[in-house]
């Protein structure tokens, strides 16, 4: 006899709560070889788009794993290798026909520019080899269905793609859990102000800020939610053998229209991730990492996370987070990012550039 299974859960997924006996469903969409074989992957081509899950009822999708690679490695000709920018990640809640989840796909599991690199948050990792192996542990609610959708935009490139999409099935969902949400942006380049006339250190650390216009966007939306982390990514344009710091500016986040300076101003793009000193050098934790952290003297890519799992920042009608693109917003630099929230209901409002506005620079 199948118990009923009606809550999320009053309990959390720590080793102390491993011992509490439960009764959901798990259940698993994943691209298994139905002929019995061993070819576990679906193949996907340029302009194709394929449904991974489409999913009924309630339940919470709880893990997701993911690994794509070419099918024609060797063949320069057809070779589309920033294919992790125009592959195309799209979310559905609850019959909504606009997606809560719109990232191209390498940005989506925490590292940009369409590269990977192992690294280990805990929501998100990267995991040998070389990082190709993707790994979500956002917990995604839903109350009537769900689909993840896959989209190739790719002109040439043929790619084998493999999946596990692991969920909780319920029968019902109780109110009070958000939706997941995770939206991309960019801007290339950022509207800094011209070097003419200025020295090396006028340019990165003097002038004033005082409305917080200009500043880069990582999230703007509406509604009742909470704020639970980005990835950042910055490649730095500007060529000189001075010293070339790109992250003076401080972050900004703006909650239910408030006025500058918000309740939340921080004091510059290396301290909003956690870390200190203009860093050089690779690092993962659970919350806050620099999985690229560029060239010598700050140059070519660079690629930072901060999620806020143990500090999300509510917002009862609207939110806005910005950073600074160097101090004052001088700096013009190649910046993206990806966004992660819940919210209330599903968003209608997420939109993606188009295929030639996302593909990577080197600097």
């Known amino acids: 006899m199948t118990m009923a299974v009606s809550r999320y859960g009053d309990f959390g997924s720590s080793l102390r709560d491993l011992p509490r006996l439960r009764t959901q469903r798990r259940r698993r969409e994943s691209s298994w070889d139905r002929s019995g074989g061993n070819e576990d992957r679906i193949t996907i081509r340029p302009g194709q788009t394929i449904t991974l899950a489409d999913l009924e009822g309630a339940g919470s999708v709880n893990h997701i794993w993911m690994t794509v ?7 320069p000709e057809t070779a589309d290798r920033d294919f992790l920018r125009k592959l195309v990640l799209r979310v559905y809640w609850d019959g909504s026909p606009k997606p809560s989840v719109l990232v191209p796909l390498g940005d989506f599991f925490g590292v940009g520019h369409a590269r990977t690199v192992n690294f280990a948050s805990l929501p998100l990792q990267m995991s040998p080899e070389d990082g190709k192996a993707f790994n979500s542990f956002f917990h995604m609610p839903f109350a009537d269905g769900a689909r993840f959708e896959l989209t190739s935009e790719c002109e040439q490139e043929v790619l084998w793609f493999y999946y596990y999409i692991d969920y909780e099935e319920f029968d019902e969902l109780e109110d009070g859990l958000g939706r997941f949400h995770a939206s991309w942006n960019r801007q290339c380049p950022t509207d800094g102000v011209a070097e003419d006339g200025q020295g090396n250190s006028e340019l990165l650390f ?3 800020n005082l409305t917080g216009a200009g500043n880069y966007t990582i999230l703007q939306t509406t509604g009742r939610g909470h704020y639970v982390g980005c990835v950042l990514n910055v490649t730095n344009l500007r060529h000189t053998a001075m010293w070339n710091w790109y992250g003076e500016g401080d972050d900004m986040i703006f909650v239910d229209g408030e006025a500058w300076p918000p309740t939340l101003h921080g004091t510059g793009t290396e301290d909003y991730f956690n870390t200190a000193w203009c860093p050089t050098q690779a690092y993962a934790a659970p919350y806050h990492g620099l999985t690229l952290p560029g060239g010598e003297n700050w140059s070519g890519q660079v690629s930072t996370y901060r999620f806020h799992v143990e500090d999300p920042v509510p917002f009862s009608r609207s939110i806005k987070v910005t950073i600074e693109h160097g101090h004052a917003n001088k700096r013009s630099d190649d910046l993206s990012s990806t ?11 997420l939109v993606l550039p188009p295929v030639e506005a996302r593909l990577p620079r080197l600097g």
């Open 69 to 75: 690679a070419p099918r024609d490695p060797d063949t």
């Open 206 to 208: 003097e002038g004033t």
């Open 339 to 349: 966004a992660y929230w819940y919210q209330e209901t599903p968003a209608d409002h």
